[in-house]
């Protein structure tokens, strides 16, 4: 077979073992997962109720435009229907991007370390890959305008950034915005956005009407509750959302994802919830990592990177033989770290036992 060369050495994305799987491992009967940043309280009624009370049929296909979902959207975000992409989870939204620009004679420009998937694609795709070092934990949103040149399609920024949970402000964004050649597409991906409790956080969907080169990607699976049935959508001016729509897979979002989806949007009392629980969690992180002089970033995400000082796969291996499966550091860019999901107060307590145990016999 004649396979892309770059395919040959690509590591494909490795999921964290399942919760069945660290069960018969280590011979548990309780596993707490705090690993993929999922919403440990669920997700709305609202959305479990459409799922049970709709019946839909499994053998057809589902609504190829979203109509249901888009109008529902349109509606809560006030923009126009055709300023929306759907796509099966955040995911897909990156991979529709990166086909429609990516290629050997193109160069795209990230943060590293940030989120997997932006280099992941751009390897796939032959494009040329700038990655700009974070300073202490944030984007070099100044460095990676110095890296664009003719050959520029994409710039990918990520905030809250994963795995820092960091933020741009909204003056550097501005600003950054400002100085972005009007050719080049900033993806600025907000999965984390519900979350964010920063008062100089930017509202970005006033921005793509502002700037005719930006595209916000969010999604269903972080503080909605829906990860396993993988909604996500992009917001921007209806030039680029008509570019990329051609690249979307027929019938991407499937119908169950659209039932629910379209039903969590109209709960935001249940998303104001969980924003409150998050906030509270972190504050027993923080306290945790005061109290044993642990070095962490303040976060805008439902997790948090605390820096041990050891190896993360040591600590990773520590907590899975305990029952808790964090994300360690290593495959972050981050060795001497973990990133750990904010849970329920009580998944909080039994973790933080755990590795105050850790600390103890270090």
């Given at each position: 077979?004649?396979?892309?060369?770059?395919?040959?050495?690509?590591?494909?994305?490795?999921p964290g073992?399942?919760?069945?799987?660290?069960?018969?491992?280590?011979?548990?009967?309780?596993?707490?997962?705090?690993?993929?940043?999922?919403?440990?309280?669920?997700c709305?009624?609202?959305?479990?109720?459409a799922?049970q009370?709709?019946q839909?049929?499994?053998a057809?296909y589902?609504?190829?435009?979203?109509?249901q979902?888009?109008?529902?959207?349109a509606?809560?975000?006030?923009?126009?229907?055709?300023?929306?992409?759907?796509?099966?989870?955040?995911?897909?939204?990156?991979?529709i991007?990166s086909?429609?620009l990516?290629?050997?004679n193109?160069?795209?420009?990230?943060?590293?370390?940030t989120?997997?998937?932006y280099?992941?694609?751009?390897v796939i795709?032959?494009?040329?890959i700038?990655e700009?070092?974070l300073i202490?934990?944030d984007?070099?949103?100044?460095?990676?305008?110095?890296?664009i040149d003719?050959?520029t399609?994409?710039?990918?920024?990520?905030s809250?950034?994963?795995?820092t949970?960091t933020?741009?402000?909204?003056n550097?964004?501005?600003?950054?915005?400002?100085?972005?050649?009007p050719?080049?597409?900033?993806?600025?991906d907000?999965?984390?956005y519900?979350?964010?409790?920063?008062e100089d956080?930017y509202d970005s969907?006033?921005?793509?009407?502002?700037?005719?080169?930006?595209?916000?990607?969010?999604?269903f699976?972080?503080i909605?509750?829906?990860?396993?049935?993988?909604?996500?959508?992009?917001?921007?001016?209806?030039?680029?959302?008509k570019?990329?729509e051609p690249?979307?897979?027929?019938?991407?979002?499937?119908?169950?994802g659209?039932l629910?989806?379209?039903?969590a949007?109209?709960?935001q009392?249940?998303v104001?919830?969980c924003?409150?629980?998050n906030?509270?969690?972190?504050?027993?992180?923080?306290?945790?990592?005061?109290?044993y002089?642990?070095e962490?970033?303040?976060?805008?995400?439902?997790?948090i990177?605390?820096?041990?000082?050891?190896?993360?796969?040591?600590?990773?291996?520590?907590l899975?033989?305990?029952?808790?499966?964090?994300r360690?550091?290593?495959?972050?860019g981050?060795?001497?770290?973990?990133?750990?999901?904010?849970?329920?107060?009580?998944q909080?307590?039994g973790?933080?036992?755990?590795?105050g145990?850790f600390?103890?016999e270090?």
């Amino acid at each position: 077979m004649r396979w892309k060369e770059q395919l040959l050495t690509l590591t494909p994305y490795q999921p964290g073992k399942s919760i069945e799987a660290v069960k018969k491992l280590f011979n548990l009967d309780r596993i707490v997962k705090l690993a993929s940043n999922e919403n440990p309280f669920g997700c709305s009624e609202h959305a479990l109720s459409a799922l049970q009370t709709n019946q839909t049929s499994l053998a057809i296909y589902p609504d190829g435009y979203a109509t249901q979902l888009r109008e529902t959207l349109a509606a809560f975000l006030q923009v126009d229907l055709d300023e929306l992409l759907l796509g099966n989870g955040s995911d897909n939204l990156i991979q529709i991007i990166s086909r429609a620009l990516l290629h050997p004679n193109a160069s795209t420009i990230m943060a590293t370390p940030t989120f997997s998937q932006y280099k992941h694609n751009a390897v796939i795709e032959g494009a040329v890959i700038r990655e700009i070092p974070l300073i202490n934990g944030d984007h070099d949103l100044d460095t990676m305008l110095k890296a664009i040149d003719e050959t520029t399609n994409v710039i990918w920024v990520c905030s809250p950034n994963n795995p820092t949970g960091t933020y741009i402000q909204e003056n550097k964004l501005i600003s950054f915005l400002d100085k972005v050649p009007p050719h080049v597409l900033v993806v600025l991906d907000e999965a984390y956005y519900e979350y964010v409790v920063a008062e100089d956080y930017y509202d970005s969907i006033t921005l793509t009407r502002k700037y005719e080169n930006l595209i916000v990607l969010r999604t269903f699976s972080k503080i909605y509750g829906l990860a396993a049935l993988r909604v996500g959508y992009g917001v921007a001016n209806r030039v680029i959302i008509k570019a990329l729509e051609p690249v979307r897979e027929p019938f991407n979002v499937n119908s169950l994802g659209q039932l629910a989806a379209s039903a969590a949007i109209k709960d935001q009392e249940f998303v104001e919830v969980c924003k409150e629980k998050n906030r509270q969690g972190l504050a027993q992180f923080y306290q945790f990592c005061e109290q044993y002089q642990l070095e962490f970033y303040p976060s805008q995400t439902n997790f948090i990177l605390i820096d041990f000082k050891v190896d993360g796969d040591e600590i990773f291996q520590y907590l899975q033989e305990r029952g808790y499966i964090v994300r360690s550091g290593k495959a972050l860019g981050f060795p001497t770290a973990v990133r750990i999901t904010v849970g329920s107060s009580e998944q909080n307590e039994g973790v933080l036992k755990a590795l105050g145990e850790f600390l103890a016999e270090k």
